[in-house]
Each structure stands twice: as structure tokens, then as C-alpha cells.
């Protein structure tokens, strides 16, 4: 990932350079980055399949100020190429040049949802269309079934209710939570993420992907409370879209009314 005699500002351009997403980083993001001296560069987490490569990477940089600022890599593609029989421990030396897509955020919890996304986010289903209206009602209810009994949450305290904000901030749908929601959730300080659904279907003709996550906040009367986000792709021009809710079940009629109308 990195080499010993790349300086610090080579490391910065070539991460922003090759990330498909770098234009999302904050701008303020981008110019504390200019005063970068230093920085650090780890793996951070990993999945392998037959069908699917993603890391992790993180890369800490010391700013002039003597504060870190973090960047989280997400390197994803298919299964590498085979590797070259004349030198099969250099990962360099495959038959192949491996086809790697680079995403970029700034917080973790971004990164770790989109990597979600990628590592098992959505099943196996048949396609919207495919069987006819019926096979199309059986895709609709498994979008509308109850989910299984949920595990013991571990709430982690970290910075959540600015987390809470973000997810408010990304939501592009009319009707999410108002300020009576984003007031309650600034004093969230402990929350957890959980991935409660993901399908992968047709609408339209086209692919389209669904997650839905719950988000949920541990307030500081001890109180619990829940924001329900949809992910998908079934926009007209096939554009990744965030949507959030207050409740389960506005969620989960939005997913099926994305099925529906495009």
C-alpha cells in the first residue's frame, strides 16, 4: 500500500487521486489535509470470497497544527487474477492486472457502512420480472417481512450524536425526522449500527440494490430511540440515494413503493 520513499504529500495525491468518490471529502477535510507532515498507513480490516476483494486501510496523517486527521480506504473488485507460477509471492507479478475500485471517507462510520454494503449486503433473491406477477408478489413480501429477532445491542460511545446528525444530513427524502428529531438526538451519546435488510433486485428493467439499517442512540436519560436508513440504487439515473425514517415500518413501505415507481 505504501512505499518507504514516497513523501507525504505524494501519499496524499495519489489516494485522492485514484478514490472515485474524493469530491465528497468536505472541503474543510481536503485543506487541513494540505498541512499534512507526517502519516501513517495500516490495514485495518479485510474480506475475501470467490466473488468479492475489499480492505480496509486506514491512513493517519499529523497535521502542522500537531493534531491526526484519519482517512479510511475502502479497496474493493473481484476476484483477483492468478498469480504468476515464475514468482507466485509478489503480489505484483499476476498474469492479470486486478480491476480495484478506491472509495475515500473521512469517518468510519461511513466506511464501515459502505463496506457493509459490499460484503454480503445484498442476497441471492430472483429478480423483480423474472417469474412473472407472482414471482414479483414473493420479492415484495420477503422486502416486507419482519426481520429476525435481533442480538443483545452493544451501544459505543463515540461522538453519537454528531453521528446522528449525518445520517439526518445525507437523508434526500421530504419526509425524514424534523428538528423535534435532531433536537431529542443531540443528546444521544452511545449508539449501534445494524444492517437489517439488503436485496439485490430489478426495478424497471434495471439492477437496483436495497439496505436498510437501523441506527440506534442510547440518550443520556437512559432512554432508546431509533433512526431507520434506506440505501438504494433505484433512481432514474441508477445514482446511490439515502433515505431515513424514524420508524420501521415507513422504511420498509418506502423500499416497496421504490419497486413500484421509479
Do not use: K
Amino acid at each position: 500500500m505504501s512505499d518507504p520513499y514516497e513523501t507525504t504529500e505524494q501519499h496524499l495525491e495519489r489516494l485522492l487521486r485514484r478514490a472515485l468518490n474524493s469530491f465528497d471529502l468536505p472541503d474543510s477535510t481536503v485543506e487541513r489535509l494540505g498541512t499534512a507532515l507526517a502519516h501513517s498507513s495500516s490495514l485495518h480490516s479485510s474480506h475475501h470470497s470467490s466473488v468479492l476483494h475489499r480492505e480496509t486501510y486506514r491512513h493517519t496523517y499529523l497535521l502542522s497544527d500537531g493534531t491526526p486527521l484519519t482517512l479510511w480506504e475502502l479497496v474493493h473488485g473481484g476476484p483477483r487474477s492468478p498469480m504468476n507460477p515464475m514468482n507466485p509471492m509478489n503480489p505484483r507479478s499476476r498474469t492479470e492486472p486486478d480491476l480495484r475500485h478506491h472509495e475515500l471517507y473521512d469517518d468510519e462510520t461511513d466506511a464501515h457502512i459502505a463496506a457493509a454494503r459490499l460484503t454480503g449486503g445484498f442476497g441471492d433473491v430472483p429478480a423483480f420480472g423474472e417469474d412473472g406477477p407472482q414471482g414479483d408478489l414473493e420479492i415484495l413480501t420477503v422486502l416486507m417481512a419482519a426481520p429476525p429477532v435481533p442480538l443483545p445491542r452493544t451501544y459505543a460511545p463515540d461522538n453519537s450524536a454528531d453521528h446522528a446528525r449525518r445520517v439526518l444530513r445525507r437523508a434526500e427524502n421530504s419526509d425524514c425526522p424534523g428538528e423535534e428529531t435532531a433536537r431529542l438526538l443531540r443528546a444521544a451519546f452511545a449508539h449501534h449500527i445494524t444492517q437489517v435488510f439488503g436485496r439485490q433486485c430489478q426495478v424497471d428493467g434495471r439492477d437496483a440494490g436495497f439496505t436498510l439499517y437501523e441506527h440506534a442512540f442510547l440518550l443520556l436519560d437512559g432512554s432508546e430511540t431509533s433512526l431507520w436508513e434506506v440505501e438504494h440504487t433505484a433512481t432514474p439515473d441508477g445514482r446511490h440515494m439515502c433515505e431515513v425514517y424514524g420508524d420501521e415500518d415507513s422504511a420498509r413501505g418506502a423500499m416497496e413503493s421504490r419497486t413500484r415507481i421509479c
